[in-house]
Structures are given as structure tokens and as C-alpha cells.
């Protein structure tokens, strides 16, 4: 009966292949024009910040609701952020400019000041009442609904698009960040993926980071850290 683990089954007929589970430019920019235009309130804030900092990271939501300010350090002038993820497995997340202006603006929403004087066991995500409490997922699930309809249903969009943006959950935010045209070896190590430590010849640990001109590779040595 082991030889059935693991195995694959044949694929769904009548699932379409040309369906995804991130956001589309434009349903993105859609999200992101709604809540700019909405006047500022902590739950605007708080939702700007989880669109720019998983956008930029591709924290899965369970590492995102988990995080802490403690989590977040600075390593040869750049910051990193090591989450529990999935199996069990501590890894290293790199934070580039945009999570961190993200995350700099949403602290200063709530009031606790500059990227750094925080307490560490301060959370990333917060609850609306609480600065210094974190939210579950299920909050994050139904504050990221409850803005996802506001914007797509308000937005220019065909029916076909916004049918499609409609099903979005928090993990859409992962997968978005997993096709915004980095290195794929750059975006697999940020994701976490194990397909990638098992064929490519880089060692685990280390973060990982884009060939974009905000997010340069850092000069390893061979001896790692």
C-alpha cells in the first residue's frame, strides 16, 4: 500500500488550466486604487500594509499572522525575517524596500513609532484595537474579503474578471508574489518551496533576493554565514 503515497492522480477534465490563483495586474490595481482612495482608518491601513509587505515577501498567511518584530533583524545591511513555515521548517524571508516602507507606514499607524523600537513579541499584523495583539487567520481571511469585494465589484473590470478576483483568499497574495517577474530561484527560496532545495545546488539558510535594483543579491561566501 506505500507504493500509492505520494503518487499522482490524473488530472480534473474539466478544470481549465488557464485558471490561477493570483491576482491580475488589474485586479490588483484595482485593489490597490480603491483603498488609496478611501479616507485613512486603521483597517485601510492595515490592508495597504498586508497588499505591499506579502507582495513583496510572499509570506504564506500563517507565517504573516505569526510574525514578530523580533523575527526581524538586519544581516550585512540587509533585513531578513525568519518564520516558522510549513513543515515545521524556520526559514529566512527577504524584506526588501517595499516591505519595509509598507511595514515602517503601518507601525507608525499604530502608533509605535519607527522601524526598530519595538518590542520584539510586538506582532507585524495587529488587531484593529489592539497594536500589541496579533490577529488569528480567520481575521485576516474576512477583513481581505470584505476589501477584496469593496474593490472589485466597484471597479471597470469585465464580469469575467472580478468572477475570478472574487474567489481570492490570503494565499492568492502568496502566489501573486510568485509571478511578479523575479528570478525563479529567487522567488521559489522566498516562497519556501521544496522542489528547490531538493534540485538546486544552493544552501538552505541563506536568503534569498531579486535581481531588481532595490533587491541586489548580497556577496555570499562560500562558508555561508
Known amino acids: 500500500p506505500w507504493m500509492l503515497i505520494n503518487r499522482r492522480t490524473g488530472d480534473d477534465a474539466q478544470q481549465s488550466m488557464l485558471d490561477s490563483r493570483a491576482f491580475t495586474p488589474e485586479a490588483w490595481s484595482a485593489m490597490l486604487l480603491h483603498?488609496?482612495?478611501q479616507p485613512p482608518d486603521p483597517s485601510r491601513a492595515r490592508m495597504?500594509?498586508?497588499?505591499?509587505?506579502?507582495?513583496?515577501?510572499?509570506?504564506?498567511a500563517s507565517e504573516l499572522v505569526g510574525a514578530t518584530?523580533?523575527?526581524?533583524?538586519?544581516?550585512?545591511?540587509?533585513?531578513?525575517?525568519?518564520?516558522?513555515?510549513k513543515g515545521a521548517r524556520n526559514r529566512l524571508v527577504a524584506v526588501p524596500g517595499q516591505a519595509r516602507e509598507a511595514l515602517q507606514d503601518y507601525l507608525q499607524d499604530r502608533g509605535l513609532g519607527a522601524l526598530g523600537q519595538q518590542p520584539p513579541e510586538t506582532p507585524l499584523l495587529a488587531r484593529l484595537g489592539d497594536p500589541a495583539q496579533a490577529i488569528g487567520y480567520q481575521a485576516l481571511y474576512q477583513t481581505m474579503k470584505r476589501w477584496v469585494r469593496e474593490a472589485i465589484l466597484?471597479?471597470?473590470?469585465?464580469?469575467?474578471?472580478k468572477d475570478v478576483a472574487l474567489r481570492a483568499s490570503p494565499h492568492?497574495?502568496?502566489h501573486t508574489f510568485g509571478t511578479q517577474g523575479g528570478k525563479l530561484v529567487a522567488v521559489a527560496l522566498n516562497n519556501g518551496a521544496a522542489l528547490w532545495e531538493s534540485t538546486v545546488a544552493l544552501p538552505k539558510g541563506r536568503p534569498s533576493w531579486s535581481a531588481s535594483p532595490t533587491w541586489r543579491a548580497i556577496p555570499w561566501s562560500r562558508a555561508g554565514w
Open 154 to 161: 466597484g471597479s471597470g473590470l469585465t464580469q469575467a474578471e
Open 69 to 85: 518584530m523580533g523575527a526581524l533583524r538586519q544581516h550585512r545591511g540587509r533585513w531578513v525575517l525568519q518564520v516558522h513555515g
Open 48 to 60: 495597504l500594509f498586508i497588499l505591499s509587505f506579502v507582495e513583496a515577501t510572499g509570506l504564506r
Open 172 to 174: 492568492w497574495l502568496r
Open 35 to 37: 483603498l488609496q482612495a
